[in-house]
């Protein structure tokens, strides 16, 4: 629970946002990240190394957040983890988050060598959608993002990648992405018998900001990727300083 706790102060301190005067009708704008579990591939370098010792992938996180006018969902059917964002009839300072967060431990096994190397690679796929078809809005975004990583028990971080697709429209420009494909990281020269955490978060938000007509601005919101790396990292230190099985 206090990553839970962790997790959502930084995602509500990271979202500063516009303040205005009147709501206007804005644009229909979603965004989704999901993986698939089943289909994660990790090879050996050295011929004679293995990963044993798998604990079960367990889902340590799903993290909603929305309000009347907003939607989010993070949902874990058999090995796809997905999360989305989504708002059909966004108002002034309307917005939606989600996260979802998968995770197993293992050990590392290098035979007659002191250390070894592995690489892990997984499919993703994100889409976002923002369109504003009466040219109403400013600073609305929908971002879709998905980090990997691998931690040991000493909270260092090994390995860590991630991909992300933000929209922005500040001229009330359509703007969609649908970006798929493996992502991929490396746990290099690591000890004979060392154990570590590798994980997967699918994070989504969806945001408007300003009414072009009536903006008043008082703050700015964090570019999404600051929102996406501090999430992750808050995720990458929860998950370390657990010292028995992850459960949520």
């Known amino acids: 629970m206090k990553m839970k706790k962790n997790l959502t102060a930084v995602i509500v301190g990271s979202m500063a946002m516009l303040n205005v005067e009147t709501a206007l009708s804005a644009p229909i704008t979603s965004a989704s990240a999901s993986f698939d579990w089943n289909s994660l591939l990790i090879e050996s370098v050295s011929s004679d190394a293995f990963i044993s010792g798998f604990s079960t992938p367990v889902t340590t996180l799903n993290f ?21 964002a989504f708002d059909t ?19 590392v096994s290098c035979n007659d060598s ?3 190397s592995f690489n ?7 889409s976002a959608t923002l369109e504003d078809p009466i040219n109403s809005i400013a600073n609305s975004f929908a971002n879709a993002g998905f980090s990997l ?9 090994y390995a860590s990648e991630e991909v992300f697709i933000n929209l922005y ?16 990281t ?38 999404s990727t600051v929102w996406l790396f501090i999430s992750a990292m808050m995720v990458v230190l929860g998950l370390t300083r657990r010292t028995s099985p992850l459960s949520f």
Do not use: H
Not at 64 to 84: C, F, I, M, R, Y
């Open 186 to 223: 490396s746990l290099e020269n690591v000890d004979d018998g060392s154990t570590f955490t590798f994980w997967a978060l699918a994070l989504t938000e969806v945001n408007l900001t300003e009414t072009v007509e009536t903006a008043n601005v008082s703050a700015v919101p964090l570019p």
């Open 89 to 107: 009839n966004l108002s002034d300072l309307s917005s939606a988050n989600s996260m979802a967060l998968r995770s197993m431990k293992f050990t």
């Open 149 to 157: 990583g691998i931690t040991d028990a000493g909270s260092t971080t």
């Open 120 to 126: 892990f690679s997984i499919p993703y796929s994100l």
């Open 114 to 116: 002191s250390s070894c």
């Open 64 to 84: 909603n957040s929305g309000d009347s006018e907003t939607g989010s969902q993070a949902v874990d059917s058999n090995s796809v983890l997905t999360s989305s």
């Open 169 to 184: 429209s500040g001229n009330g420009n359509n703007s969609f992405g649908n970006p798929s494909g493996w992502l991929s």
